[in-house]
């Protein structure tokens, strides 16, 4: 199983980006797909997780601002991210797992991050 994060980089507070999360290995669709983040110094946090039936679930810090999606025919999962504040700077990681949970050490499958600078 292998699951490529992309899409981080440098912006401005304010700004957008998109993280894309490409699944290989696994049906995408059939697994809860959920996005964490660590920033230097901190635990691992939950950003947002959509479920196999399309419903999705997002911390309090990003609902409004962030939106996660699958595209089930490019077995793919994306975290739209608006609004940039400059406490979003982190290391972004798409996981995978069977269930719903937003604990990170519950998650089976791991991709190797992407990291997202907000600047001011």
Not at 23 to 36: E, K, L, P, Q
Not at 58 to 76: C, E, H, L, Q
Request: net charge positive; glycine share 10%.
């Amino acid at each position: 199983v292998q699951l490529q994060a992309s899409g981080g980089g440098l912006v401005q507070a304010g700004d957008s980006l998109r993280l894309s999360c490409a699944a290989s290995g696994i049906t995408s669709s059939t697994y809860v797909m959920g996005w964490f983040r660590q920033a230097p110094g901190k635990e691992r946090e939950f950003v947002a997780a959509i479920r196999s039936s399309g419903s999705t679930a997002y911390a309090d810090s990003v609902k409004g601002r962030f939106t996660i999606s699958r595209d089930n025919a490019k077995n793919t999962v994306y975290l739209q991210m608006n609004s940039l504040k400059l406490e979003d700077t982190a290391v972004y990681y798409c996981a995978a797992n069977r269930y719903y949970s937003s604990t990170y050490s519950t998650y089976d499958y791991w991709g190797q991050g992407t990291q997202v600078t907000v600047s001011s």
